[in-house]
């Protein structure tokens, strides 16, 4: 593993922009929806809204879209040792020790339910020219990761913008 905790893929602009249109997945999920850590985080984030709390609300609970990403995310530690794949954005060869998120966006389509098991696929949209920015310079990563339930109904889709860059010369 590199310093990033990533394992990046190093490469040339031009073997970065070949992987255009490349998807990943599908990668499952290691927790299922559950209704118990819907309720750990709408007590964190102190939201009342009885979709996520009450059984018997509008056909039962349901996880708050903001929850979508938390699904995929891999567990740090497994008795197996057994870890999850690196995102598509790591996979990128590209010049540059450093991976920071930019922004991202997101569409929801249908409720993530307890007892869900969920999946996502990712494809990669673009790679930016080289830019230069306040904190180096280096590429843009644009993905977009669709997420499906275990009926393979899309649940949401997420466009994320990532900024791999090498550390500023002293």
Same mark, same amino acid.
């Given at each position: ?5 990533? &394992? @990046? ?5 031009? *073997?970065?922009?070949?992987? /255009? ?18 309720? @750990? ?16 609300? *509008?056909? &039962? /609970? ?7 990403? %938390? ?6 530690? %497994?008795? %197996? &040792?057994? #870890?999850?794949?690196? @995102? ?18 997101? *569409?929801?389509?249908?409720?993530? #339910?307890?007892?869900?098991? @969920?999946?996502?696929?990712? #494809? ?11 904190? &180096? ?5 644009? %993905? ?6 275990? #009926?393979?109904?899309?649940?949401? *889709? ?13």
């Amino acid at each position: 593993m590199d310093a990033s905790g990533f &394992g @990046l893929a190093v490469g040339t602009y031009e *073997e970065a922009r070949a992987m /255009i249109g490349a998807v990943s997945g599908p990668h499952s999920a290691q927790i299922d929806v559950s209704a118990a850590l819907i309720k @750990l985080f709408c007590a964190a984030v102190q939201d009342p809204n009885p979709r996520y709390w009450d059984d018997d609300v *509008e056909g &039962g /609970i349901v996880a708050p879209p903001a929850m979508l990403m %938390t699904w995929l995310m891999p567990l740090e530690w %497994t008795p %197996t &040792g057994q #870890r999850s794949e690196n @995102l598509l954005a790591a996979q990128v060869p590209l010049p540059g020790e450093i991976l920071i998120n930019v922004s991202n966006e997101a *569409e929801f389509y249908t409720d993530a #339910r307890p007892g869900d098991k @969920l999946y996502v696929t990712e #494809r990669l949209v673009e790679v930016s020219p080289k830019k230069t920015t306040s904190v &180096g310079s280096g590429h843009f990563i644009t %993905t977009c990761s669709n997420y499906y339930n275990q #009926r393979d109904e899309l649940i949401g *889709e997420i466009t994320n913008v990532m900024f791999r860059f090498g550390a500023p010369e002293a």
